[in-house]
């Protein structure tokens, strides 16, 4: 059962435009979010986290999005670098609890 | 910031030998420790959980006796792959929360059965 789901494996953008890189859940009972960056052979590096008590969060070029009642949350990076370029999960877990589940990944390439 | 040290990074080995893998939190204290291991474009599948001092709760499917976990201090835990098999190649990533802290993850371990 993948509660926590990332539709697309891989997302090629422009250098400088927007990123978007989507993940959606199925269990209710979370209420936090994170994502993560990964290089190939290297342990995920946190990017931006999102509290269900709100729908947005900024942080510098990355800002996340939180739809509750879709159950979808979103990463935008903006302007996207060719340093970006690296697989993206996204993480979900109750705050009472403590395990993190994570989506399948997305591999994001921005082009020079 | 907090850091998660994991070592080795990487260790070949020969089937039916067994491999330890630390993990050690460096300037935090590590209540909970996580293990996970990834394979080839696929996603973090937790394999444990450990609290300091107490025993390891494994993921369904995880074989407890071939993944030996212990958790002895607020900054080391251990996997051990024990009598390992080509099958257990795979990527190994430690990831250890303490209060106030969230979750850090190590640099990961690439294990190789030869």
């Known amino acids: 059962d993948q509660q926590v789901k990332q539709n697309s494996p891989s997302l090629s953008v422009q250098e400088g435009r927007i990123s978007i890189l989507n993940c959606d859940y199925t269990n209710s009972m979370f209420d936090y979010f994170l994502w993560y960056k990964k290089y190939p052979a290297e342990g995920p590096t946190f990017l931006i986290s999102i509290s269900s008590i709100k729908d947005k969060n900024e942080d510098g070029r990355f800002t996340v999005f939180l739809n509750k009642s879709a159950k979808h949350l979103s990463l935008h990076i903006v302007p996207s670098q060719p340093g970006d370029s690296a697989v993206y999960f996204c993480?979900?877990?109750?705050?009472?609890?403590?395990?993190?589940?994570f989506g399948e990944g997305t591999q994001l390439t921005v082009n020079p | 910031g907090a850091v998660v040290s994991q070592h080795p990074s990487w260790v070949i080995c020969k089937s039916g030998t067994s491999v330890k893998i630390e993990c050690r939190s460096l300037?935090?204290?590590?209540?909970?420790m996580f293990w996970y291991r990834q394979f080839p474009k696929q996603s973090l599948m937790l394999m444990a959980t450990?609290?300091?001092?107490?025993?390891?709760?494994?993921e369904q499917g995880v074989e407890k006796d071939k993944f030996l976990i212990n958790h002895a201090s607020l900054t080391l835990s251990t996997l051990t792959v024990t009598s390992a098999h080509p099958e257990d190649s795979s990527f190994y990533i430690c990831?250890?929360?303490?209060?106030?802290?969230?979750?850090?993850f190590g640099s990961g371990t690439r294990l190789t059965v030869v």
């Open positions: 990831s250890a929360r303490g209060t106030g802290y969230g979750y850090t």
């Open positions: 993480a979900a877990t109750k705050t009472s609890g403590s395990r993190l589940t």
């Open positions: 450990s609290n300091e001092g107490s025993k390891a709760t494994y």
């Open positions: 300037d935090f204290q590590a209540t909970t």
